[in-house]
């Protein structure tokens, strides 16, 4: 009687092992990767979040609106808004050449590791007649809508690249 393992029973065990250990590190990688994006997203969904609050409580407490950076008080379409605060000081928010969420005191609303996609930033504000003799008196509503994006097209892989769509609509309190 022979003990031992014949080359053929060795050669199955070996490449049965070989199989179970590809599929479980391409599970790990799957998953390494995957909580990876997860974690990119929760953190973009975080930092836009925040920048929107904090631009939703300027607008809704702002004592009334005043010219952008484009001369605009009140407009259909706009890339920055004005704002009179409770202090009575002016605070503009915009984009600054960098693509960041800024105001004019030079406070980024957005982290420094995350872009606004393509500039698109807006500012819808109605009524459009705001402030004129034409206005109503009715409240202003201002809509605020951008995407930010954490990674750089064309740099990034595309599995790393996180873009999130944020949108809010604000009355004033104060006009």
Do not use: H
């Amino acid at each position: 009687m022979k003990n031992g393992y014949t080359l053929l029973e060795l050669l199955i065990v070996i490449g049965l092992t070989v199989i179970l250990l590809i599929t479980a590190t391409s599970l790990f990688f799957t998953t390494f990767i995957g909580g990876g994006k997860t974690a990119s997203a929760e953190y973009t969904k975080q930092a836009g979040q925040n920048a929107l609050n904090q631009m939703t409580y300027l607008i809704r407490n702002a004592r009334k609106l005043t010219t952008n950076v484009a001369g605009q008080t009140c407009a259909g379409s706009m890339d920055s808004i004005g704002l009179i605060n409770q202090d009575g000081g002016t605070t503009v928010l915009q984009l600054d050449s960098s693509g960041k969420i800024a105001s004019n005191s030079g406070i980024f609303l957005t982290p420094t590791d995350l872009s606004v996609v393509n500039g698109a930033f807006d500012f819808t504000c109605s009524p459009t007649n705001y402030g004129t003799d034409q206005w109503d008196g009715s409240p202003p509503r201002i809509t605020i809508s951008f995407s930010l994006q954490k990674g750089v097209n064309g740099v990034d892989k595309a599995r790393d690249i996180v873009t999130i769509p944020f949108q809010s609509t604000i009355t004033m309190r104060n006009y």
